[in-house]
Nanobody
Framework: VQLVESGGGLVQPGESLRLSCVASGITFSRHDMSWVRQAPGKEVEWVAGITSLPSLFRAASYADSVKGRFTISRDNAMNTVYLQLNALKTEDTATYYC??????WGRGTQVTVS
């Protein structure tokens, strides 16, 4: 299994970013996926998750800290899960990791809001 995140960067408060995670070595469509984050000196925080169900039944869920600002989505044809980050705050600064429930992580992409 390989998960490769991209899309992080340095932005100002209020700006947006779109993170991507490309999966290989798995049948991507069969797996629930999540994004988690870890800020320096803090514990890992679950951010958002999306089920593997067909799009008509697919469900997304969010941590209260990001609800209404972040959107998780997936494109099974591209083996990719996305995280749209809007209205970013300084407290969103962290390394963001893509997770295949719950046994594989990517190396992360850094988001800095300053």
């Amino acid at each position: 299994v390989q998960l490769v995140e991209s899309g992080g960067g340095l932005v100002q408060p209020g700006e947006s970013l779109r993170l991507s995670c490309v999966a290989s070595g798995i049948t991507f469509s069969r797996h629930d996926m999540s994004w988690v984050r870890q800020a320096p000196g803090k514990e890992v925080e679950w951010v958002a998750g999306i089920t593997s169900l067909p799009s008509l039944f697919r469900a997304a869920s969010y941590a209260d800290s990001v609800k209404g600002r972040f959107t998780i989505s997936r494109d099974n044809a591209m083996n990719t899960v996305y995280l749209q980050l809007n209205a970013l705050k300084t407290e969103d600064t962290a390394t963001y990791y893509c997770v295949k429930h719950w046994d594989a992580w990517g190396r992360g992409t850094q988001v800095t809001v300053s």
